[in-house]
């Protein structure tokens, strides 16, 4: 199994960036994947997250209305559309998936993902 993301660079703030992750190895059609990052020093912290069915997205309660995440699974892709980044959205934003389905408001843990990327850098300058 390969997560590949991409998209990742500089940008200013209050910029915008699209990432992608590209998923070969898995019948992705049957995946959730989920975004996380991690900044210097920090823990890994969840950003978004969608569904085998891409039935809807789903968000921190911090990040709502910046971050939109999608799917096509005819190209076995997930985008994650970040707007208006700030400084501390620096860091090393990581794609994963899981077989587990969420479709509750709670929070998405990391421990549920079985596959990771090795990640995309996004610096968002001041």
């Known amino acids: 199994v390969q997560l590949q993301a991409s998209g990742g660079g500089l940008v200013q703030t209050g910029g915008s960036l699209r990432l992608s992750c590209a998923a070969s190895?898995?019948?992705?059609?049957?995946?959730?994947i989920g975004w996380f990052r991690q900044a210097p020093g920090k823990e890994r912290e969840w950003v978004a997250g969608?569904?085998?069915?891409?039935?809807?997205?789903y968000y921190p309660y911090s990040l709502k209305g910046r971050v939109t995440i999608s799917r096509d699974n005819a190209k076995n892709t997930v985008y994650l559309q970040m707007n208006r980044l700030q400084p501390e959205g620096t860091a090393v934003y990581y794609c994963?998936?899981?077989?587990?389905?969420?479709?509750?408001?709670?929070?998405?843990?990391?421990?549920?993902?079985?596959?990771w990327g090795k990640g995309t850098l996004v610096t968002v300058s001041s």
């Open positions: 994963a998936s899981t077989r587990i389905v969420s479709r509750g408001e709670g929070e998405w843990n990391p421990n549920w993902f079985d596959y």
């Open positions: 190895g898995l019948a992705f059609n049957d995946y959730t």
């Open positions: 969608i569904n085998w069915d891409g039935d809807n997205g």
